[in-house]
C-alpha cells in the first residue's frame, strides 16, 4: 500500500537521528576489510569505534579510494579461493603495490605470505614471509596469551589464538614485531602488518591504532595523507590523541 505524498512523515525533521560524528585517530580514513569469509564484523566495528569509514569489500570498485585493507581472520583455502572466484586476487595485489596498507589477521596473516608450508594454499605474497599454518595445534589448542608487541605503547596486548599460525621464516625487509615461545607472531614490512592473532576479537583497540598510523592516521597524521580518502581536515592532536584512552578504558 502506498501512502498518499500528503501524509508522509517528514523523517528528515521528526526524526533527526543524525548518526553521531566520528571521533577517534581514524577520522579521515576509509578503510576496507575484506568481507569473503571469517570475522570481518568484528574489524570493522573496532575500526568505526575508531572513527575510520570502515567499508566491506566484495567487489572490485570497493577497494577504491581506500586507504587500508584488512584480511581477517577465518580459513585461509576458503578467503583465497573466495577471492579468486570474485576476482580480488590481482586488484589486492595491485592495492597494495600503488601503495595501500594491509592488515592481515591469522587466516590473513597466511593469505598474504609470500608461502605456506603445511596445506601450500597458494597466497597473495604481499610480505616476504612463510606462514605455517594451524603451527600451535588443532582448534582445542587455541589460547590467549599477553604480548609485548613493539611499537605498541601501554604495556601487554592480551592475545586471541584461534588456530594460528606463525611466521616461520621471515625475509631481512620484515620487522618482527612480536614473538610466541620463540617463534614470530606479529611483523610488519613496509605497509603491510600481519599478526597470528585476533586483535579484534579484545576490547583493547590499540594493534588497530598501529594500523591506522601506518595509513599516516592519528599522530601520524600529515596534510598529505589528510586527504587521500576525502577526509575532513585533522583535527587538533590533543583531541585525537585523548580519543582511544578513552574507549580502551570502557
Ligand atoms: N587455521 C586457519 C587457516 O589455516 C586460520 C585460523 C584463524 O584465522 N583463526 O586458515
Given at each position: 500500500m502506498s501512502v498518499p505524498r500528503s501524509t508522509r512523515r517528514p523523517d528528515s525533521i521528526l526524526s533527526p537521528e543524525s548518526r553521531p560524528e566520528p571521533t577517534g585517530p581514524g577520522v579521515g580514513l576509509t578503510v576496507g576489510v575484506l568481507a569473503l569469509?571469517?570475522?570481518?564484523?568484528?574489524?570493522?566495528?573496532?575500526?568505526?569505534r575508531l572513527g575510520c569509514a570502515a567499508r566491506e569489500v566484495r567487489r572490485l570498485h570497493d577497494l577504491d579510494g581506500l586507504a587500508g585493507l584488512v584480511i581477517p581472520g577465518g580459513e585461509s583455502t576458503t578467503i583465497h579461493k573466495l577471492m579468486e572466484a570474485h576476482g580480488l586476487s590481482a586488484p589486492i595485489r595491485a592495492f597494495h603495490a600503488r601503495g595501500g596498507?594491509?592488515?592481515?589477521?591469522c587466516a590473513g596473516l597466511i593469505t598474504v605470505a609470500r608461502e605456506t608450508v603445511e596445506g601450500h594454499p597458494p597466497t597473495l605474497g604481499l610480505m616476504d614471509i612463510v606462514a605455517r599454518r594451524n603451527a600451535f595445534g588443532r582448534q582445542v589448542a587455541s589460547?590467549?596469551?599477553?604480548?609485548?608487541?613493539a611499537g605498541v605503547p601501554g604495556g601487554p596486548v592480551r592475545a586471541v589464538?584461534?588456530?594460528a599460525p606463525w611466521i616461520e621464516r621471515a625475509g631481512p625487509a620484515v620487522e618482527v614485531l612480536a614473538r610466541h615461545?620463540?617463534?614470530?607472531v606479529a611483523a610488519r614490512q613496509g605497509r603491510v602488518l600481519v599478526t597470528a592473532f585476533h586483535p579484534e576479537l579484545t576490547d583493547d583497540?590499540?594493534?588497530h591504532e598501529s594500523f591506522i598510523a601506518m595509513m599516516g592516521g592519528g599522530a601520524a597524521r600529515t596534510a598529505a595523507t589528510a586527504g587521500v580518502c576525502g577526509a575532513a581536515a585533522p583535527e587538533p592532536p590533543r583531541a585525537r590523541r585523548a580519543q582511544p584512552a578513552a574507549i580502551r578504558n570502557r
Open positions: 569469509q571469517g570475522d570481518f564484523r568484528e574489524h570493522r566495528a573496532l575500526l568505526e596498507a594491509v592488515f592481515g589477521t589460547f590467549e596469551a599477553d604480548l609485548a608487541i589464538f584461534i588456530r615461545d620463540g617463534h614470530i583497540t590499540r594493534v
